[in-house]
């Protein structure tokens, strides 16, 4: 079936960096987009960034452009998220999407706390 396992959420100060992966199974990774999504404390889901297929075309939220860089290795079946420069307004927990056959997948998700 279907899993993607979210790895990389620690603890970070502003400005620092982080690197989040998502490794996929149960499915042809190099077939569909993939993205990230972010969770703050009472707030919704909100979308981060999407890659597509072959990393041909990128898109960013707002809030995370100029900083944020998602890449993906289709040979590793790995999605990354590269955050630089990061923001106390960038805590959250980071979730891995695919969707395909109009069902969305999910992972459990990785925090990311970013906090002097």
């Known amino acids: 079936q279907v899993q993607l396992v979210e790895s990389g959420g620690d603890l970070a100060q502003p400005g620092g960096s982080l690197r989040l992966s998502c490794a996929a199974s149960?499915?042809?990774?190099?077939?569909?987009?993939m993205s990230w999504y972010r969770q703050a404390p009472g707030k919704e889901r909100e979308s981060v960034a999407t890659?597509?297929?072959?990393?041909?075309?990128?898109n960013y939220a707002d809030s995370v452009k100029g900083r944020f860089t998602i890449s993906r290795d289709n040979a590793k079946k790995t999605v990354y998220l590269q955050m630089n420069t990061l923001k106390p307004e960038d805590t959250a927990v980071y979730y891995c999407?695919?969707?395909?056959?109009?069902?969305?997948?999910w992972g459990k998700g990785t925090l990311v706390t970013v906090s002097s």
């Open positions: 149960g499915f042809t990774f190099s077939s569909y987009a």
């Open positions: 999407n695919t969707k395909f056959t109009d069902i969305d997948y």
């Open positions: 890659i597509s297929r072959f990393g041909v075309s990128t």
